[in-house]
């Protein structure tokens, strides 16, 4: 399976971003897809995800600003960040479970400005 990320960048506090992430490969393997993020100096932590029936679980961090959703016939995945703060700047990266191996993408950078 290999991920490909879209649509990071620099953005006010406030301000809304949309990440998106396509799969190519096995994706009629993949079961939950989402998005971590790692912020600099700290260790990678749980966005959002989502299984292949729509169930979802987010980050405390993120809950109720943030939105993740899926295209399972086209092997996407998207996350809307809305109310973004400065603690949201972090490379964020897509990733895909397969069995109980985790796929991650190249990751995509956000900066929320203050």
């Known amino acids: 399976v290999q991920l490909q990320a879209f649509g990071g960048g620099l953005v006010q506090a406030g301000g809304s971003l949309t990440l998106s992430c396509g799969a190519s490969g096995s994706t009629s393997s993949i079961n939950v897809m989402g998005w971590y993020r790692q912020a600099p100096g700290k260790e990678r932590e749980l966005v959002a995800v989502?299984?292949?029936?729509?169930?979802?679980n987010y980050g405390d961090s993120v809950q109720g600003r943030f939105g993740i959703s899926r295209d399972n016939a086209k092997n996407t995945v998207s996350l809307q960040m809305n109310s973004l703060k400065p603690e949201d700047t972090a490379v964020y990266y897509c990733?895909?479970?397969?069995?109980?191996?985790?796929?991650w993408g190249q990751g995509t950078e956000v900066t929320v400005s203050s």
């Open positions: 990733s895909a479970l397969v069995g109980g191996y985790i796929y």
């Open positions: 989502i299984t292949r029936k729509g169930g979802t």
